[in-house]
C-alpha cells in the first residue's frame, strides 16, 4: 500500500491529499500515466525472459498490485461519474481488497 502511494506522490505533482490521508489523484489522465509507467516497467522486466532475479520477481508482483488498485480506482471514478457522482471522491482500495476480487 505505502508503495503505490509513493509511486502515486513521486510521478504525480498533481496529486492531493484524500480526506483519509492518502494520496489522491486528481484526474483520469494522471492515473492513465501511471499506468503506462507501471506497463512499460512490467514489460521491460519481462523482456529479459529467463534472466529475472528473484528482486525484480518480487518487483514484477508489485507492479501487478499497483496496476490492480490502479484500474479498480479508475473504474470506481467512471462509475462515480456515469452516475452523476463526483468521481473526485474515489479513493485507492487496499491491497488486500482489490487481490481479492474475482476476475
Known sequence: MALLAAAVAAASPMGVPHRNGKTALVNDQEL???????????????????????????????INVQLDRLWDLLRQRRAREEFGQDPSVAHERSAETVEKYLQ
Open 32 to 62: 492513465h500515466q501511471q499506468i503506462e509507467r507501471l506497463v512499460a516497467e512490467e514489460h521491460s522486466l519481462l523482456e529479459k525472459g529467463g534472466t529475472v532475479s528473484s528482486s525484480e520477481r518480487t518487483r514484477l508482483g508489485d
